[in-house]
Nanobody
Framework: VQLQASGGGLVQPGGSLRLSCEASGFALDPYAVGWVRQAPGKGREGVACISKSFGITYYKDSVEGRFTISRDNAENSVHLQMNSLKPEDAAVYYC?????????????????????WGQGTQVTVSS
C-alpha cells in the first residue's frame, strides 16, 4: 500500500505545474484526498481537499482560484493543477487520504486527514 506524489519541479513565477497523487495497492476512489505543503523552516499547511462523493472541494484562501484539485478514478489518482505560481508556493507537497469515510475534515483542512500519507514532491518557484 503506497501513496506517491509526483510532478514537482522548478518553475518561474506565473508558471504552472500539475502534481499527481497515485495510489498503489489500494483503490483511491473511496477516500477523500488532500494536499499539504511544507516550506523550509515553516510548518505544514493544508492546500486543498476533495471528497469522495460529488467531488466537493476545499482550498486554502491563498490558492483559491489558482489551484484546482481533481480526481481521476481511471488512473487511481488525484491531481493538483497549480497555475499562476508565486514564490511563496514553493514547498514540498504531500498528498494524504482520510481514514475511509470519504469526506474532507469539517474544517476543510487536509492537515487533519488521518489516513495514508505519501512522500512529497518538491515545488520550486524562482526566476
Amino acid at each position: 500500500v503506497q501513496l506517491q506524489a509526483s510532478g514537482g519541479g522548478l518553475v518561474q513565477p506565473g508558471g504552472s505545474l500539475r502534481l499527481s497523487c497515485e495510489a498503489s495497492g489500494f483503490a483511491l476512489d473511496p477516500y477523500a484526498v488532500g494536499w499539504v505543503r511544507q516550506a523550509p523552516g515553516k510548518g505544514r499547511e493544508g492546500v486543498a481537499c476533495i471528497s469522495k462523493s460529488f467531488g466537493i472541494t476545499y482550498y486554502k484562501d491563498s490558492v483559491e482560484g489558482r489551484f484546482t484539485i481533481s480526481r481521476d478514478n481511471a488512473e487511481n489518482s488525484v491531481h493538483l493543477q497549480m497555475n499562476s505560481l508565486k514564490p511563496e508556493d514553493a514547498a514540498v507537497y504531500y498528498c494524504a487520504t482520510d481514514s475511509g469515510w470519504g469526506s474532507c475534515p469539517p474544517s476543510g483542512s487536509p492537515l487533519e486527514l488521518t489516513g495514508y500519507w505519501g512522500q512529497g514532491t518538491q515545488v520550486t518557484v524562482s526566476s
